[in-house]
């Protein structure tokens, strides 16, 4: 960590050098947007000047990565950010899970009311808690950009049950560690399901390129 970042206050220019090397398209201006809309609220010196702490920029950084990767709007964010203010065990700074009403992961996934409950209907995204995780976000947003090519939510039903087999192969493989109940089965078992599934997205990701070829009769 740099100096900069340990300070007990940073100016903006200071916050701007340490993002830029994440998000070289982030500026001043963009910042100054932030506090506008509310999403972070740096101290001010007697004169006037922003002075930024580390949580700001950790804060800062959440919300950019939200925008950059998961596409949600400044509204969710704010949302997530204050929900987790709110709760007395929340650590500044870190970045609360995605939990989506049914009306922001419309808005976020770029989709509509129809093709949600098409997509519920059939199984590909469940709310829990009456709220919608990243997992389901990427899901809709996935099944939103299909549609622009004819494939609905009744199409990809196939695709769901694929997955179903691959986490019961994964469920078979992990059940003997989780019935040893030793210390670290746990962490041990979570480990090997995240390798095979990484090996299983490879050869998945294989066997589709080869059937495509044959497809396109090369």
Do not use: C, W
């Amino acid at each position: 960590m740099s100096a900069q970042a340990v300070r007990a206050f940073m100016s903006i220019g200071e916050v701007l050098a340490l993002l830029q090397s994440e998000f070289p398209d982030v500026t001043v201006s963009k910042i100054r947007f932030l506090e506008g809309e509310g999403l972070i609220e740096p101290q001010r010196s007697p004169s006037g000047y922003r002075k930024f702490t580390f949580n700001d920029v950790e804060r800062l950084r959440y919300i950019l990565r939200a925008q950059r990767d998961q596409y949600l709007p400044l509204r969710v964010i704010k949302d997530q950010l204050d929900e987790q203010a709110a709760r007395p065990h929340s650590v500044s700074g870190g970045a609360p899970p995605v939990r989506l009403s049914r009306e922001e992961l419309i808005e976020a996934a770029g989709i509509d009311e129809e093709t949600l409950a098409e997509m519920e209907s059939f199984g590909l995204v469940a709310p829990v808690a009456r709220r919608y995780d990243g997992e389901a976000l990427e899901v809709a947003r996935s099944v939103g950009a299909l549609a622009r090519f004819g494939l609905q939510a009744r199409h990809l039903r196939a695709v769901r049950a694929a997955v179903e087999r691959e986490a019961g192969l994964i469920e078979q493989a992990v059940a003997p560690l989780l019935r040893r109940k030793a210390p670290g089965a746990i962490a041990e078992a979570d480990e090997t399901a995240r390798e095979i599934s990484g090996l299983l997205q490879e050869l998945h990701s294989a066997l589709l390129r080869g059937s495509v070829r044959g497809v396109l009769g090369r």
